[in-house]
Nanobody, 117 residues
Framework: EVHLVESGGGLVQPGGSLRLSCAAS????????MTWVRQAPGKGPEWVST????????YYGNFVKGRFTISRDNAQNMLYLQMHSLQPDDTAVYYC??????????WGQGTQVTVTS
């Protein structure tokens, strides 16, 4: 059975940092591109970042502006998103997703990130 389980979300003040984790199981993690997508209240999904299968290339949404870093550990089947300089606009549920051949195959249940003073 496939599982993607996000963790690490929480409440943080503006300017703060969080590290999100996504634990994968039940599929060949190293064969999939991995992506973070977020959804803010009342808004549609927004792509955050993608990392290639081997972790050699990373891509970010324009709004990231150098504040986030995506990484993965294929030996541990883990995906990460290190987030710095968080702002209220970053408040959202953050989801990890596995993609292969350009299609999302698996999604996690999400972790809430709330940025507020």
């Amino acid at each position: 059975e496939v599982h993607l389980v996000e963790s690490g979300g929480g409440l943080v003040q503006p300017g703060g940092s969080l590290r999100l984790s996504c634990a994968a199981s039940g599929f060949a993690f190293g064969s999939y591109e991995m992506t973070w997508v977020r959804q803010a209240p009342g808004k549609g999904p927004e792509w955050v970042s993608t990392i290639t299968k081997d972790g050699d290339r990373t891509y970010y949404g324009n709004f990231v502006k150098g504040r986030f870093t995506i990484s993965r550990d294929n030996a541990q089947n883990m995906l990460y998103l290190q987030m710095h300089s968080l702002q209220p606009d970053d408040t959202a549920v953050y989801y990890c997703a596995a993609a292969i051949l350009g299609s999302y195959a698996y999604w996690g249940q999400g972790t809430q990130v709330t940025v507020t003073s």
